[in-house]
T-cell receptor, first 112, second 115 residues
Framework: AQRVTQPEKLLSVFKGAPVELKCNYS??????LFWYVQYSRQRLQLLLRHISRESIKGFTADLNKGETSFHLKKPFAQEEDSAMYYCALKPSGYSSASKIIFGSGTRLSIRP | DAGVTQSPTHLIKTRGQHVTLRCSPI?????VSWYQQVLGQGPQFIFQYYEKEERGRGNFPDRFSARQFPNYSSELNVNALLLGDSALYLCASTDGDFPYQETQYFGPGTRLLVL
């Protein structure tokens, strides 16, 4: 079954500490992976996607097909990073392309 | 552009009633997707429409239906409401041509409470 697992509901770290939000997926093909973020009182928005291999707001994520993981990392957390983070998977294939699967989310809290 | 807009923002219904939720995509976007987000969970895919045709359907009962209009706005209809339908309903629009779309732009959601 296709599934995205975010094992931590809440992650609390001090400002300046490294951050790693875990995401594991279950999918037999070659999916596209995304991280979405929702800041307080704002809409859900795309943070980054694996095919772009980009760094957004200091965050990076590497797709590890062997471990079926797509963990989100930032070396030095900032208070404005406090938000809800969702990992999402877009299946490959024409018939499945629309059925994006989201994880249950991790709330990141940065302590001053 | 105000981004994706949804109406109403909040809604209270009783069991057995019917509800219609509305979504207007970003100008130029031809695709709209609907998601249900139950408290404490991530969004769950319900439907995607592209160029007024259904392109994907999630694991939801037939009580859920949707359509897309010529101006690309969309409606989500839910019949015979159950308590478990209480959730935040999100709409997202996507640019590009199906199935190559990637970035979804989400609306603020409609919060539905079924009593």
């Amino acid at each position: 079954a296709q599934r995205v697992t975010q094992p931590e509901k809440l992650l609390s770290v001090f400002k300046g500490a490294p951050v790693e939000l875990k995401c594991n997926y279950s999918y037999s093909g070659s999916p596209e992976l995304f991280w979405y973020v929702q800041y307080s009182r704002q809409r859900l928005q795309l943070l980054l996607r694996h095919i772009s291999r980009e760094s957004i707001k200091g965050f990076t994520a590497d797709l590890n097909k062997g471990e079926t993981s797509f963990h989100l990392k930032k070396p030095f957390a900032q208070e404005e990073d406090s938000a809800m983070y969702y990992c999402a998977l877009k299946p490959s294939g024409y018939s499945s392309a629309s059925k994006i699967i989201f994880g249950s989310g991790t709330r990141l809290s940065i302590r001053p | 552009d105000a981004g994706v807009t949804q109406s109403p923002t909040h809604l209270i219904k009783t069991r057995g009633q019917h509800v219609t939720l509305r979504c207007s995509p970003i100008s130029g976007h031809k695709s709209v997707s609907w998601y249900q987000q139950v408290l404490g969970q991530g969004p769950q895919f319900i439907f995607q429409y592209y160029e007024k045709e259904e392109r994907g359907r999630g694991n939801f009962p037939d009580r859920f239906s949707a359509r897309q209009f010529p101006n690309y706005s969309s409606e989500l209809n839910v019949n015979a409401l159950l308590l478990g339908d209480s959730a935040l309903y999100l709409c997202a629009s996507t640019d590009g041509d199906f199935p190559y779309q990637e970035t979804q732009y989400f609306g603020p959601g409609t919060r539905l409470l079924v009593l």
